[in-house]
T-cell receptor, first 111, second 115 residues
Framework: SQQGEEDPQALSIQEGENATMNCSYK?????LQWYRQNSGRGLVHLIL?????REKHSGRLRVTLDTSKKSSSLLITASRAADTASYFCATMGGSNYKLTFGKGTLLTVNP | NAGVTQTPKFQVLKTGQSMTLQCAQD?????MSWYRQDPGMGLRLIHY???????DQGEVPNGYNVSRSTTEDFPLRLLSAAPSQTSVYFC??????????????FGSGTRLTVV
């Protein structure tokens, strides 16, 4: 069963704008990860945030985690057309170490 | 090139046929797993392995077998293909699993069609 659920399902923005995607989950986690998938390709790991962390940055990416609300957000600043892809959150359970994926957010960045 | 290699990239099977999807990694990763991706369903875990000789079931294991005789290889076997197994299959690996602190490296996928 899906643990993480991304919101929105689809997002369309203009180049240069910021993109924010949200992820909610149901049970306790060890860590939460974000992945990108370009059409027809494999997934690429973007960033991992542990359950005892609240915020993490990597280049133009900013991830927050609120374990009390069981939610995370991924912010991509100054979006580029090359950021067009599907973005997935994935949670690793507190006890079983299985990585469970949500259904993803399709981000379209228009030039 | 370091990474996860999946073969074949495309495959068409007839219902009832069997086949093996290959997955190999050269990063000395302890943890390996198989996912299937279907439209609107995200990725679902089929089987995983936490080391050579150790495998376990994921969310959707029925109709699939795995084995892990070496650290590098983790083949997925379809015993008797069914149209419901039409999907894109991804193999992924991670340095280790106990501390749960590493991201996964994914292969490029195998697109399987069962007719």
């Amino acid at each position: 069963s899906q643990q993480g659920e991304e919101d929105p399902q689809a997002l369309s923005i203009q180049e240069g704008e910021n993109a924010t995607m949200n992820c909610s989950y149901k049970t306790s986690i060890n860590n939460l990860q974000w992945y990108r998938q370009n059409s027809g390709r494999g997934l690429v790991h973007l960033i991992l945030i542990r359950s005892n962390e609240r915020e993490k940055h990597s280049g133009r990416l900013r991830v927050t985690l609120d374990t009390s609300k069981k939610s995370s957000s991924l912010l991509i600043t100054a979006s580029r057309a090359a950021d067009t892809a599907s973005y997935f959150c994935a949670t690793m359970g507190g006890s079983n170490y299985k990585l469970t994926f949500g259904k993803g957010t399709l981000l379209t960045v228009n030039p | 090139n370091a990474g996860v290699t999946q073969t074949p990239k495309f495959q068409v099977l007839k219902t009832g046929q069997s086949m093996t999807l290959q997955c190999a990694q050269d990063m000395n990763h302890e943890y390996m797993s198989w996912y299937r991706q279907d439209p609107g369903m995200g990725l679902r875990l089929i089987h995983y392995s936490v080391g050579a000789g150790i495998t376990d079931q994921g969310e959707v294991p029925n109709g699939y077998n795995v084995s892990r005789s070496t650290t590098e290889d983790f083949p997925l076997r379809l015993l008797s293909a069914a149209p419901s197994q039409t999907s894109v299959y991804f193999c992924a690996s991670s340095l280790e699993h106990r501390l749960g602190g590493y991201g996964y490296t994914f292969g490029s996928g195998t697109r399987l069609t069962v007719v």
